[in-house]
């Protein structure tokens, strides 16, 4: 596999270009796990899974995931700081298709297909990116992000959208009470940026742990300081 054959489907992927995706992973399955190298700087160190999502191409992303695509690949680079786990990406690309920025729920409804194929199919809920972020974190600083948009305006289906992926992670095991040296848990990060209002965590216990009575008593205080 020649640089300009890697660099050529990388660049299918980007552009939606799904039948030549389909042709290179038949002529040859190790396209699966290749990783793309600079330039561009943004793309060094990531699978074709990831450059999926970061492009939005929910299609080619479905592709690769049934052809057998890693869902635990996490990128590496020596040129940059901050490299994350496939799964972040998805969590991005689905909380960047909610209705704060896209209309179209049919796009929302696909991304999030493909988090709970992830989930359902072994992805590590708690997995972590360069900075200490776990998936819930990465979860919550999105979820910000569509908040704070000046497109947001109290939109209740939009919070429906960021509490259904909070769910998703919750009930696949990820911890609400995990944190690094670096990074808070998702508590309190909520506490922090004064997001107890929004009820974007499940306040009901969740399949399988034990940590909805935390929750609950985050909302609790909330209501009280409202």
Known sequence: MLKKDIKAFFKAI????IQTVKQCIET????????????????DGQSGLQIAFRS?????????LHQGANVNFQETSEINEWTAPVLHDC?????????TIQTDRKKFE??????????????????????????LNRWFLDSRQMIDH???????ETLKQLRRISRALIDA??????????????????????????????????KSNGWGNLVGSLFKSAKKST
């Open 28 to 43: 040859d399955v190790n396209y699966l796990g290749i990783t793309n190298f600079s330039p561009p700087k943004m793309d």
């Open 150 to 156: 000046p497109n947001f305006n109290q939109n209740e």
């Open 110 to 135: 696909k991304g999030f297909d493909l988090l709970m194929f992830m989930l359902k199919n072994g992805a590590d809920p708690n997995a972590t990116d360069s900075y200490g972020n776990n998936c």
């Open 91 to 99: 969590i991005r690309a689905v909380i960047f298709n909610c209705l």
């Open 14 to 17: 980007r552009a939606g270009d």
């Open 173 to 206: 095991g990820a911890d609400i009470t995990q944190s690094t040296e670096s990074r808070e848990n998702v508590v309190e990060q909520i506490k922090i940026y004064r997001m107890e209002k929004y009820d974007l965590l499940p306040s009901r216990p969740v």
């Open 56 to 64: 939005g191409q929910f299609e080619i992303g479905e592709l690769l």
